[in-house]
């Protein structure tokens, strides 16, 4: 039997699968995509072999990683229900999706892995957080799972009822970086830089900052107040931002965000 099958080959599924060819042979994986086109490509281009449907990979994979839309779970969830066994493991990467809703259509004695990762897995950096009830799972389960998430970039285990909030916080939140570092550098442009230039300086920037977070552990607070010199320049740009409500507006961002969440069945 395969070890992994994806669900779908859209961003997020092709990301993962980038990820898990670090770790897995192309033998170890086989997806579905419905793009004929898609589905020659990535087998070209990795090796994976293609399922020709659903329930052909549910068959073949023991891990079964829905890589598709929330609004698409109830067609594959019925194309699968059918072939999925005890010894499966469903992961699961849909916002608002939660387990119970997963085991009401393939059964309660169907393990669920509940996941939220990011586009950054294409690169390697993705965060995912995870939920799972640790007690149906095997340790040498448990150790395919965490390496299968670490393969693309790095875990938070999360209880369920904070997953909503992990959307917010790194599932949907690439999309405000990629504007702040848009807009950002676009302020360079308005004076002179070189577009190329400005989007390096920046996007850098970007990445330097978030390692200095992560690797030093201290607070974000006091890193950004060992920028601000007394009267300098740094600081009367910080003013200008919480003048025009930047703060806020990521606040407000992240509730629009959860509310959407919770709207998902």
């Not at 598709?68 to 005890?86: A, G, H, R, W």
């Not at 607070?219 to 930047?246: M, N, R, W, Y």
């Amino acid at each position: 039997m395969t070890k992994i099958g994806f669900i779908g080959m859209g961003n997020m599924g092709y990301a993962m699968l980038k990820g898990a060819l670090k770790v897995y042979s192309p033998s170890d994986i086989i997806f579905t995509t419905l793009s004929e086109d898609k589905r020659n490509r990535i087998n070209a281009e990795t090796g994976v072999r293609f399922a020709e449907s659903n329930a052909e990979l549910a068959n073949n994979a023991k891990y079964i990683v829905l890589a598709v839309k929330p609004q698409v779970y109830p067609t594959v969830l019925k194309n699968i229900v059918n072939v999925v066994k005890e010894e499966s493991v469903i992961i699961s990467i849909a916002p608002g999706i939660t387990v119970d809703s997963i085991k009401q259509t393939l059964g309660n004695n169907i393990r669920v892995v509940r996941a939220m990762p990011n586009t950054p897995a294409l690169v390697g950096e993705g965060m995912t957080g995870v939920t799972y009830n640790a007690g149906d799972f095997s340790f040498e389960e448990r150790d395919v799972i965490d390496q299968f998430f670490n393969s693309f970039g790095k875990v938070v285990y999360v209880d369920e009822k904070y997953m909503d909030a992990v959307v917010c916080a790194s599932g949907s939140s690439p999309a405000y970086v990629y504007m702040f570092i848009e807009a950002l550098a676009d302020s360079a442009v308005k004076y002179g830089i070189k577009r190329e230039d400005a989007y390096k300086l920046v996007a850098q920037t970007v990445l330097g900052s978030a390692k200095m977070v992560l690797e030093t552990g201290e607070h974000p607070g006091v890193l950004k107040d060992k920028v601000c010199s007394p009267g300098g320049t740094t600081i009367a740009a910080v003013a200008a931002l919480e003048e025009q409500g930047f703060r806020n507006a990521l606040i407000k961002a992240t509730d629009a965000c959860y509310e959407k969440c919770t709207r998902i069945k």
